[in-house]
């Protein structure tokens, strides 16, 4: 591999390249290490019809000696000239190198896949970068995100303040834009761990949850939404459990035993919104819910007559009788309280 000595002036960066995006910090790094070590590993390029020469890797080495004003540069020099082969080598440098972000290797294999010149197949991008194609395809995902997402994407796994990683976006993908970026940008500021994100996507994928609820729920913090998640989960596996049907008023009558059960309360309005709000009230609600029976009128001869019954047994039945009502009315009260204070606007 011939490496010749190219004067700076005679070369031009690749404007297309995949990788954009160049850490100050880094490559103030870079020209210290250039003007102690001189530069250790060359750039490569390839030549123009009009006698220069066009990067093909190496931007922020050529950056760092332009800025060094060095007047020449070693080169690796291609003769390679087909578009496609020199965009996947590209790549596969890139790939190799700290700092090419998610974002960027993003756009790289969008743009194969998408621009006429080159029209490749995720199949095809797999074998030649030796990436599955299944890394190729979360990579596109990350582009579904709006601007201000993408620039806190970095790469690696570590969560960070500020900064989002792949595996936290992954969870959101899939869910409406006015949602998505929202939740991620909150995933960010309150540094949310993946298991969080995917707690926080399947709340917002609930569809009993009405769309009103969640943009509401947006306003809150991670640890609240997390909260809120967990409410849910609580109610539905109340909900799931079989109903326990409130203990029978039993009273001793002549002909026997009869079995009376309590009137069903007013209805309740939906708890999918006050989920939102209060946990403590959707787990009462829940639990009011599952144990009170559907409502069964009695037949007539099931309230017996005053002479059928003893003094004491009559006696007995008018005080559990009122003891019922008298709690019914309690949660009637309360309830239409509730009812009355979340229908007003």
Known sequence: MDIAEIPTHLIDEDTDQPRYQFDEEALQELMKSIEELGLLSPIKVRTTPDGRYKI?????????????????IPCIVSTVTDEMEIYLEQIAENLTRE???????????????????????????????????????????????????????????EIRKDKLT??????????PLEHRDPLALIAARDEL??????????????????????????????HELLETW???????AQRAKPAEPI?????????????????????????????AKQSILESRLQ???????????LPGDAIPAS??????????????????????????????RIRDKMETP
């Open 99 to 157: 700092g090419f972000s998610p974002i960027e290797e993003a756009d790289a294999f969008h743009k194969l896949l998408n621009d006429p010149r080159f029209s490749s197949s995720t199949k095809y991008l797999s074998s030649k970068l030796g990436k599955p194609e299944s890394y190729i395809k979360n990579k596109i995902e990350l582009l579904k995100f709006g601007k201000a997402v993408k620039k806190l994407i970095g790469s690696g796994t």
């Open 247 to 275: 203990p029978a008023v039993e009273t001793k009558i002549k002909a026997g035993k009869e079995t009376s059960g309590p009137a069903s309360p007013a209805p309740v309005p939906d708890p999918a919104p006050v989920a």
């Open 56 to 72: 093909i890797y190496g931007n922020r080495r050529y950056k760092a000696c332009q800025t060094l004003n060095l007047a020449a």
């Open 287 to 297: 639990l009011l819910l599952g144990a009170l029976p559907a409502f069964e009128p």
């Open 230 to 236: 967990s409410s849910r989960e609580q109610s539905k």
């Open 193 to 222: 761990p993946v298991s969080d994100v995917k707690k926080i996507a399947r709340l917002f994928k609930d569809k009993e949850l009405s769309a009103a609820t969640k943009d509401k729920l947006l306003y809150k913090s991670g």
């Open 307 to 336: 002479d059928r019954i003893t003094a004491g047994d009559q006696e007995k039945l008018r005080s559990d009788v009122k003891l019922l009502v008298d709690k019914l009315e309690q949660l009637l009260a309360e309830w239409t």
């Open 166 to 175: 792949e595996d936290q976006l992954l969870p959101l993908k899939d869910l």
